[in-house]
């Protein structure tokens, strides 16, 4: 498997934050932003990550690191006085078998490990790929303190890192600009003189680049939006799984019914209610789920209420039960055993009748068929069998009454 390196400038003097510190030691919501940045990078598809701190402050930035122990990061290395000194340092560092590369500055702690692989995937594809977002507010031309022209925004974005790439095309333009004493701002500049073409990831406002004081505020402003999101993500659930049996015997004068389908066959099954071998599965799988026990408890073969009811009403109730209890059918897997007929032509018609009586869409209900090879008395046409496994989610920590 090909390997995908991270380089990590963290160079940024404090001097812009009114800071004695490198803006990498700036704490965000308690933790430094370095942590914030490198945390993403642990998170994203990355292998390993090389960072590249100022020679003055590479002891203090080593001892970070192995404070908050962060994952994937193989070296910290002595950064030069301009970041594309520091990236060449950090470029030393990755191996020959790495394929690609991806740049960030250490003082974008909000990238996300989305946009992170989005860009590695986007340089995988074309050669290399960068972060940007579309300028938004009117720019204008200054000229000693006066506007001298607006400039058309038009096709004007707003460079971000990750800066991705293939490991050799980066190896080419860095080695391209070091023989010519070129000084790019970004990784890709250094690409671009070479006529190699950067592809454009969108970015996001919110990969935000910490230089002044209160980028911090926004940035802390923007992490605690996000904690929040997180937070709601993570609210308590409860997943419930069943699992289903069924069998009936086929006899001649009846309809075949399977998953709410009239099937066509000389013989159908037969039952109380339709017979619907298959919906029954998938009920008992429901009522598992519930801990509710079985069909049989629920809908007697003695009661007259349900004689001849089509089993899709059953489920409805079964459904209706789920509902009271807050939860939701997540999916649903169903196996017919039938040595005839052939059954797969009539799963979407089966699909989206069972979907539409749970309320979900018919990707989440699985049908299979399958024979016994004349084995048994599904082998032998006496019967049809269907077993079904059903999850079930609900909010929030569940009490189930088992009764
Ligand atoms: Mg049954």
Redesign the pocket.
């Known amino acids: 498997m090909a390997e995908a390196y991270a380089i990590i400038p963290a160079g940024g003097s404090g001097s812009r934050m009114g800071l004695p510190l490198p803006k990498q030691f700036c704490l965000l919501a308690g933790i430094p932003l370095l942590i914030h940045t490198l945390r993403a990078f642990a998170a994203s598809p990355v292998d390993a990550i090389i960072v590249a701190a100022p020679a003055e402050h590479l002891a203090p930035t080593r001892d970070l690191l192995a404070r908050f122990a962060v994952p994937k990061v193989r070296a910290v290395v002595a950064g030069g006085r301009l970041r594309q000194d520091s990236v060449a340092a950090g470029l030393r560092e990755v191996p020959s078998s790495a394929e690609l590369i991806a740049v960030h500055d250490g003082a974008r702690p909000l990238v996300t490990p989305a946009l992170i692989a989005a860009c590695l995937d986007e340089a995988r594809r074309s050669g290399a790929a960068m972060a940007a977002i579309p300028v938004k507010d009117t720019l204008k031309a200054v000229v000693g303190g006066s506007v001298q022209r607006t400039v058309d925004r038009d096709g004007l974005w707003q460079a971000q890192t990750p800066q991705t790439a293939r490991a050799g095309l980066l190896r080419q333009a860095f080695a391209a600009a070091a023989a010519d004493g070129f000084v790019g701002t970004d990784e890709a500049s250094l690409l671009e003189r070479l006529g190699i073409q950067v592809s454009i990831v969108e970015g996001s406002e919110r990969n935000l680049k910490v230089t002044r004081p209160e980028d911090l505020l926004v940035a802390a402003a923007l992490l605690r939006n996000q904690t929040e999101e997180e937070k709601s993500m993570n609210e308590p659930f409860s997943l419930r799984i069943g699992h289903g049996y069924?069998a009936?015997c086929l006899v001649a004068g009846r309809d075949l019914v399977l998953g709410g389908v009239i099937v066509d066959h000389p013989k159908g099954l037969l039952?109380h209610s339709d017979?619907d071998?298959l919906t029954?599965a998938l009920c008992d799988a429901l009522l598992g789920a519930l801990g509710e026990g079985d069909?049989g408890r629920h809908f007697p073969d003695s009661d007259e209420r349900y004689r001849g009811i089509s089993s899709l009403k059953l489920l409805a109730e079964v459904m209706a039960l789920a509902a009271a209890r807050g939860l939701q059918l997540v999916n649903a897997d169903v196996t017919v055993v039938a040595q005839k007929p052939k059954l797969a032509p009539h799963f979407p018609a089966m699909r989206s009748k069972l979907a539409a009586v749970c309320g979900v869409t018919p990707e989440a209900i699985n049908l299979k068929a399958s024979t016994t090879e004349k084995m048994g008395f599904a082998g032998r046409e006496e019967g049809i069998a269907a077993h079904a496994v059903a999850l079930l989610k609900g909010n929030g920590e569940l009490t189930m009454e088992n009764g």
């Open positions: 069924d009936h039952g017979a071998v029954h069909i």
